[in-house]
């Protein structure tokens, strides 16, 4: 009689060869976990040797004295040796960082590059670009110009930086390039970078991206130009300001403008005050409240009135921002507002201030 | 009789069919969990240098809500000043104890009631009074009458003043950079709106100055055993459905979300046990079905050190709540099943959890009920009995060894070499005795759910000072 799969011949034997497989799955597993938990000790105790060995030679570089004996590289060793060897340079001045890169070099760290970019795992090759940006070794120019095209957005990164620290000049135009086109990049990690490289540098590359991006890039793009020159960035942002209706394109300009003390065209951003989106204009008034006077603060306090709750708070936080704006004056002014809501977030600031301090 | 054993076939089949799909989906799980973990721990350490984020770091409102923590509030506050993390306040919520919480923060920290103009912009229970430490800049008390976890969580919110908030439990420790790592999704993709870190058992670690010093395996069985459940559930559970952008639980004891995110949806829901859950399943509610772009993410290694019951009475009281939670957060948000906006979370992870989370109680009680009845009918062989028991049970425990895998690919918190051996004897008590009787208390927690009954339980704390948990 048939009582259902429970009592099917083939069913039981899929299942007896399933419990098979299932034990053998079960020792594969528990074989590995050992063997990790046995490689793990192995590399613990290596890696406790190599920084034993190598902290007191790095640290006598960090202090400018040339160690008398440094020993060589095991391949092995690579990656901790440079997870530490890293630690110490990034942290390092100038003349100690030379030290350190000469100490790296006699231990044999440039025989390691080569093989490590073309074979290693992402891991490793980060750890190489970091590696040979701070050797300033050049052979390995195109190895970066490739590592910046990689998928991975770490590697990438880091082969970008490695381009500036090798030839800044040439550098900041092949990462420019990029900077468009990579939207999986971070842009603080990338603004960093960039950074790094310097100011003077950067400001035409990124000015020329951003001239020649389509709109729906540009606002990933517009907060770069935080980082670049007031000569480059306020023409582009007054642009945009004047003649862009898209909401994205412009709060990343009024996000950006505040970063930029010499920007004086005030009327630009009044304008944007009477913007039917409210996100706009709280980030107009925000903005606004960094290059107002105190007497035209007038214009800010109007926003108290506004509709949304949102505006009414960034009015109040933009009239605390006001040169010459006390408490005192805060306080007279509410008693002259009118609206419970806009009462009620003015004092919510006045509170706030009262806090921060 | 024919009805009968019709009836019968019938359940054979769907209890084969229900072994296979749901280990066919923790497998699935898993393979994802291995490919992420790796890539994840292959960028870690690297990612590390330099410290690149630290000037980006946006600031964040850490949010701990107290009821009747008396004993431990200041311990557990004066361990968030420890935190490392550029610009951050913290804001207790005293939801209305009925011992000293207040005053003992109030003494500790040198509280002094501050004139501030509360903006209920989440509707909460009354606040009695905001205080603000003279000691420390950055930590403010709101003192509110009861209204439970939700209810704190939303007066917290409410008054916080940063973008992103964390909520954190008061009997939780953070480790001192989860919060540099937990930010992180927020800085590289904009469009995450909420994170989680994983929970890891804090019972037999020694703790020194308020922070988990040296990482120990409990002593009690109930405990390690719970230390591979934790395990399995957020190595492969959460992040298996990460990469999916279907993660549908975030651990109430350590989350981060954008605060706008938070009050588009209305902040916390006050009328449930798992309110934790059902605030993500909200968002994801809410983004999908208005076409927003998002992300709920989980990064597996900022961590936070929990307590675990180590008896059966308040294990049970827990996992009773944990799956009325389950039953409700599904329940409201059951439109958002096979809806045609809702993706992966609508078409995948809900009915995922409907079948194999919230119904696998009562459909593996069954099962069980049924081959052990099925044997003494004659209907189930010997050998059919045999090999279906076995496979059941070895499918688990290879399961939980996977997550312990993963712990050993990446983590290895438990250092000492006996630690596996001890792991893998809880692995095998997991699959075997501990999870079949979990089940007993998810039926219960069902039935609460149903009938509408029970509540948040108490806490019965194994190491550190005795305090009630978080009561409604």
Same mark, same amino acid.
């Given at each position: ?20 497989? &299932? ?35 790095? %640290? ?23 997870? +530490? ?16 890169? &000469? ?6 760290? !440039? ?65 420019? %390039? ?58 582009? +942002? ?19 403008? !505040? ?9 630009? &951003?009044?304008? &944007? ?22 007497? %035209? ?42 609206? !419970? ?17 | ?39 994840? @721990? ?31 509030? =200041? ?5 968030? *000043? ?51 430490? @003279? ?11 009861? /209204? ?12 916080? /003043? ?11 420790? #953070? ?57 399995? =559930?957020? #190595?492969?559970?959460?992040? /298996? ?96 099943? *096979? ?35 099925? *044997? ?40 000492? *070499?006996?630690?596996?051996?001890? #792991?893998? /004897? ?47």
């Amino acid at each position: 009689m048939d009582y259902g799969p429970f009592s099917d011949s083939s069913v039981l034997d899929i299942v007896f060869w399933g419990g098979m497989v &299932l034990l053998f799955l079960t020792i594969f597993l528990f074989s590995l976990i050992f063997f990790l938990r046995i490689s793990l000790l192995f590399r613990n105790t290596g890696k406790r040797r190599l920084i034993d060995t190598w902290s007191p030679i790095l %640290e006598a570089c960090a202090g400018q004295e040339f160690p008398e004996a440094v020993p060589g590289l095991r391949e092995k060793d690579i990656e901790s040796f440079l997870g +530490l060897w890293l630690n110490y340079y990034e942290t390092a001045d100038e003349n100690s960082r030379e030290m350190l890169a &000469l100490v790296a070099m006699q231990a044999g760290l !440039p025989k390691y590059l080569e093989k490590g970019l073309k074979r290693g795992a992402v891991r490793q090759k980060i750890l190489f670009f970091y590696a040979i940006g701070a050797l300033k070794d050049d052979s390995y120019w195109n190895d970066c110009l490739k590592g910046l095209q990689a998928e991975n957005t770490f590697l990438s990164l880091s082969a970008a930086r490695a381009l500036l620290q090798l030839k800044p000049a040439q550098g900041i135009n092949a990462v420019a %390039e990029v900077l468009a086109s990579r939207q999986d990049w971070p842009s603080a990690r990338a603004s960093m970078i960039l950074m790094e490289a310097g100011m003077d540098l950067v400001s035409q590359p990124i000015a020329r991206q951003i001239e020649k991006a389509p709109v729906e890039e540009l606002p990933r793009l517009l907060p770069y130009l935080e980082i670049t020159t007031s000569e480059v960035a306020l023409p582009i +942002l007054e642009k945009y300001l004047a003649t862009s209706s898209n909401e994205d394109v412009l709060k990343a300009c009024l996000n950006a403008i !505040p970063k930029f003390s010499s920007f004086h065209d005030t009327d630009l &951003l009044l304008k &944007l005050l009477k913007h039917p989106k409210a996100t706009i204009r709280s980030a107009a008034v925000l903005a606004l409240s960094n290059f107002l006077t105190f007497r %035209e603060g007038v214009h800010v306090a109007d926003l108290l009135g506004d509709p949304v709750p949102m505006v009414q708070y960034c009015a109040a936080q933009a009239l605390l921002n006001l040169p010459a704006m006390t408490e005192a004056k805060l306080l007279e002014l509410r008693t002259l507002l009118t609206e !419970p809501n806009a009462v009620d977030v003015l004092t919510r600031v006045i509170d706030e201030k009262r806090f921060r301090r | 009789m024919a009805a009968w054993i019709h009836f019968l076939i019938v359940m054979q089949w769907f209890f084969l069919v229900y072994f296979v799909l749901l280990n066919g989906v923790y497998l699935l799980l898993n393979a994802l969990s291995v490919i992420y973990i790796r890539k994840y @721990t292959s960028e870690r350490d690297v990612n590390e240098i330099p410290p690149f984020y630290s000037a980006f770091a946006p600031p964040i409102s850490i949010i701990v809500p107290a009821y009747n923590e008396e004993r431990t509030i =200041a311990e557990s506050v004066r361990s968030l *000043f420890q935190i490392i993390y550029p610009d951050y306040e913290i804001i207790v919520v005293n939801d209305g104890s009925r011992d000293g919480t207040l005053q003992a923060i109030i003494d500790e920290f040198r509280l002094i009631p501050m004139p501030d103009t509360y903006t209920a912009s989440l509707k909460t229970q009354k606040v009695k009074n905001i205080y603000t430490s @003279t000691g420390h800049y950055n930590l403010r008390v709101i003192d509110k009458a009861n /209204g439970g976890k939700a209810d704190s969580l939303n007066a917290g919110i409410s008054i916080s /003043g940063n973008e992103l908030v964390c909520c954190v439990d008061a009997d939780s420790i #953070l480790q001192p950079d989860s919060l540099i790592r937990v930010v992180q999704p927020f800085i590289e993709e904009p469009e995450t709106i909420a994170c989680g870190g994983t929970i890891r058992i804090v019972n037999g670690c020694k703790l020194a100055n308020g922070y988990v010093d040296k990482v120990f395996l409990p002593e009690h069985w109930l405990a390690v055993t719970q230390v591979v459940e934790y395990l399995r =559930a957020f #190595l492969f559970g959460r992040l /298996g459905w990460s990469p999916l952008n279907a993660l549908l639980i975030i651990s109430g004891a350590f989350s981060v979300f954008r605060k706008d995110a938070i009050m588009a949806v209305g902040g916390y829901r006050t009328d449930t046990v798992g309110e934790d859950m059902e605030l993500v399943v909200r968002l994801h509610h809410y983004f999908r079905t208005q076409n927003k772009k998002y992300k709920i993410t989980f990064v597996p290694d900022p961590i936070c050190w929990t307590e675990v019951p180590e008896d059966l009475k308040t294990l049970g009281n827990q996992r009773a709540r944990w799956q009325r939670g389950l039953g409700e957060s599904l329940w409201y948000h059951r439109k958002l099943i *096979f809806h045609p906006k809702s993706g992966l979370v609508g078409w995948l992870a809900i009915p995922f959890m409907i079948l194999f989370e919230l119904l696998s109680p009562i459909i593996e009680l069954t099962g069980y009920l049924f081959m052990i009845i099925g *044997f003494g009918l004659g209907v189930v062989s010997i050998e059919a009995f045999v090999a279906f028991t076995f496979l059941s049970l070895g499918m688990g425990f290879l399961l939980s060894l996977s997550a312990l895998l993963l712990e050993e690919m990446s983590f290895h918190m438990y250092t000492r *070499f006996s630690d596996i051996f001890r #792991l893998v /004897g809880a692995v095998l008590m997991e699959s075997v005795g501990f999870r079949q009787m979990t089940l007993f208390w998810r039926v219960r927690g069902l039935i609460q759910w149903v009938t509408r009954k029970g509540g948040w339980g108490e806490m019965k704390r194994a190491q550190r000072p005795a305090s009630a948990g978080l009561q409604k």
